[in-house]
């Protein structure tokens, strides 16, 4: 967990320093970031499913996991998310076969569920709306971009292209490029993703500290009777 907030911690510094730039040229490496207005020359969605149309889909697998705290979806990390789209930002394309998205999910309700799929919504104990494909087993939710949507994007700066880049501490998952808001918004939603990390760590670092403690007085106990029994 330590691990974890340390890689959190480290993915907020990328990007409070991603270097604001309005346009990419050839000679331009690092770290960037784009603001500006989402355009789309095509609308995409998942066909039979979701009643509207958006300038970038990207679907997240879930999976059913059950833990002491109880029984719960989560993301599936193993999994690679079915993308619909593509955007440009202040004339630049944004591709990627990843993206990791700092904005809410996409709502799944009346107006954009289909209504013979509206049955399939889940919420659970979360804001976090997800479509189930079967009960305790599977299951996805949505991010989505409109044309026309403010938007920043960071990535790596490469051939006058943007890039995606390897998240700090995983190296082995496939490299993104991040979308949010504003910056403001993302490094405020990192920070409580680190914030769960520690609280997580210090409940765990609680639950451990009496079995701790125990073999400390263990081991302590065995190297005083040691000592007594050497004494002459």
Request: aromatic share 10%; proline share 4%; glycine share 8%.
């Amino acid at each position: 967990m330590l691990l974890l907030y340390w890689d959190s911690s480290r993915l907020i510094s990328i990007i409070i320093h991603s270097k604001p730039v309005t346009q990419l040229s050839a000679d331009m490496t690092g770290i960037v970031r784009l603001e500006g207005v989402a355009i789309s020359e095509t609308a995409v969605t998942d066909e039979g499913t979701l009643r509207q149309k958006y300038a970038m889909l990207q679907k997240e697998p879930f999976r059913w996991e059950c833990s002491r705290s109880g029984c719960e979806y989560k993301l599936n990390d193993s999994l690679n998310p079915k993308i619909w789209g593509g955007l440009t930002v202040n004339g630049l394309d944004i591709q990627a076969e990843r993206y990791h998205f700092y904005t809410n999910w996409l709502p799944l309700n009346i107006e954009t569920v289909e209504s013979d799929h509206l049955f399939r919504i889940y919420e659970g104990g979360s804001s976090r709306p997800l479509l189930v494909e079967k009960s305790k087993s599977t299951a996805y939710g949505y991010y989505a971009v409109s044309s026309g949507d403010w938007i920043t994007v960071i990535g790596q700066a490469k051939n006058g292209r943007l890039e995606p880049f390897t998240f700090p501490g995983n190296e082995d998952m496939q490299p993104v490029i991040l979308i949010g808001d504003s910056l403001e918004r993302m490094v405020s939603k990192e920070k409580g993703i680190r914030t769960a990390y520690m609280v997580v760590g210090i409940f765990v670092m609680l639950l451990l500290l009496p079995k701790t403690i125990g073999r400390i007085r263990h081991v302590y106990g065995k190297l005083i009777a040691r000592n007594k029994r050497g004494k002459p």
